[in-house]
């Protein structure tokens, strides 16, 4: 993606992207950087995190995303290495499986913690930097599970509808800073996370399972072109969440 000028069309931008070290992530990480901006690369996984920062020839930071202290860290070494922030891309997240009358506190604080706690902290925590930027974009990935409702996974879909609750209402209150907030549902796309659930892709109505690049390309466009669209949600799922495929003949 390239502006007409030929120019590539991030350049001059500072994004960080959280949960950057694999999967999802590393795919933002590398596509953001393909287009030029300085990315900042967030992680709890130390090694992986260094060796996608190397790939990218951006910044590894060690940030757990419900710690406030690491999000203060982050975003003044941020500022320091290249000036404030303009592109926060909130990925990080868990799954867990549980029943519902079976999930204990901790597993669903443990969920909702990071998923939907890390999100409001990378918001809290950028959208000052955005300000001084003079504008900024962040992109809260939720999950077709923000969309709709799956079984023995409560924690992880009240989580993901937090998630794009969040967004719409961050999106009011940034749009006075030129701050867009919006959120991403990706269907099941391959990545460690996937293969852990081990669900039986065969029962989904869906062509094929996503690639994390696909999530990627979304992500690029929203950042950039998509100029006039805040606190919407954007669906990439190949068609999982349309409705019910029934078997008639
Ligand atoms: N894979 C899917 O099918 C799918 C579908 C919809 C949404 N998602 C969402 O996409 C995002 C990325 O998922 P993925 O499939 O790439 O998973 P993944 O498990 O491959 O990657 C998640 C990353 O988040 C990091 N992380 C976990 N806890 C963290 C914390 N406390 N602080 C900082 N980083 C932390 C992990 O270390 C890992 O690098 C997640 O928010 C996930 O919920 C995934």
Known sequence: MSNLDGKLSLSGKVAVVTGGARGMGAAHCIALAAQGASVVVCDVLDVEGAAVAEQ?????LHLDVTSESDWE??????????GPINILVNNA????????????????????????????????????????????????ISSTAGLVGYCDMSAYVASKWGVRGLTKSAALDLGRFNI?????????????????????????????????????????????????????????????????VYDLT
């Open 56 to 60: 990218v020839g951006g910044t590894y």
């Open 73 to 82: 860290s982050a975003v003044t070494a941020t500022e320091a290495a290249y």
């Open 93 to 140: 997240g868990v799954v867990g499986l549980g029943r519902v009358d079976k999930t204990e506190l901790e597993e669903w604080n443990r969920i909702v913690g990071i998923n939907l706690t890390g999100t409001f902290l990378g918001i809290r925590w950028c959208a000052d930097s955005m300000k001084k930027a003079g504008s900024g974009v962040i992109v809260n």
């Open 180 to 244: 867009r907030v919006v959120s991403i549902h990706p269907g099941i796309i391959e990545t460690d996370m996937a293969a852990d659930l081990a669900i039986s892709f065969k029962r989904q109505a869906i062509p094929r399972i996503g690639q994390s690049e696909e999530v990627a390309k979304l992500m690029l466009y929203l950042v950039s072109d998509a100029s006039y669209s805040t606190g919407a949600e954007f669906v990439v799922d190949g068609g999982q969440t349309l409705g019910q």
